[in-house]
């Protein structure tokens, strides 16, 4: 099936440091990515979503000079944190999906930012 | 837009018992119903999805039903396992020539007791 590794598993940054995530796609073409952040005991909440080669489109409240998104190309998305502080530490799920359907989501990345 | 909510928050059940979760989501152009089982510390893996010209759909010991009238889906576990213990999640989502963004639901934390 559609594998989407996502990496790193876990990041420790120093406050006022960027840290970039990246989103894979390893069998197939993921015309769509979309990037989550997840807080202790807390539900997925979408952040935005990302099209090969355009913007991505931000949901509302979510800064986007603070998290940098880049999908240049069907098989790769990145998330850039800029000057993260503490309050960004959490868990950041990638998710992409293809032409045949469905949603593939990576095993997450888990952001501690001291 | 669409929002998905979910209950019970917790829930314990002894092994070999059922368990059910129920959602409801509030966007009538919602179609697409995945399921999603999340262990600590990794990313949610699809366990069923629900397509919204579907009533019902049966993977083994997991099953899923869907009023669409209503606005409600819910998640059936039989015969349940300790290894069925994590949390889940329902969610919503419009699909058609492309895949919409996943709106999930708050999340079930599921117990199965030896």
């Known amino acids: 099936g559609a594998v989407v590794s996502q990496h790193p598993s876990w990041v420790i940054c120093k406050s006022g440091t960027s840290v970039k995530i990246e989103c894979r796609s390893l069998?197939?073409?993921?015309?769509?990515m979309f990037w989550y952040r997840q807080f202790p005991k807390q539900s997925l909440m979408l952040m935005a979503t990302s099209n090969e080669g355009s913007k991505a489109t931000y949901e509302q409240g979510v800064e986007k000079d603070k998290f940098l998104i880049n999908h240049a190309s069907l098989t790769l998305s990145t998330l850039t944190v800029t000057s993260a502080h503490p309050e960004d530490s959490s868990f950041y799920i990638c998710?992409?999906?293809?032409?045949?359907?469905?949603?593939?989501f990576g095993s997450g990345t888990r952001l501690t930012v001291v | 837009g669409e929002n998905v909510e979910q209950h019970p928050s917790t829930l314990s059940v002894q092994e070999g018992d059922s368990a059910v979760i129920k959602c409801t989501y509030s966007?009538?152009?919602?179609?697409?119903f995945p399921w999603y089982k999340q262990e600590l510390g990794k990313g949610p893996q699809l366990i069923i999805d629900i397509r919204s010209n579907v009533g019902e759909k049966k993977d083994q010991r997991i099953a899923v039903t869907l009023n669409k009238t209503a606005k409600h889906f819910s998640l059936h576990i039989t015969e349940t396992q300790p290894e069925d213990s994590a949390v889940y999640f329902c969610a919503a989502s419009r699909v058609g020539t492309s895949y919409d963004k996943v709106i999930f639901g708050p999340g079930t934390s599921l117990s199965v007791i030896p």
């Open positions: 966007d009538s152009a919602s179609n697409y």
């Open positions: 069998d197939f073409q993921a015309t769509t």
């Open positions: 998710s992409a999906t293809e032409i045949r359907g469905g949603y593939t």
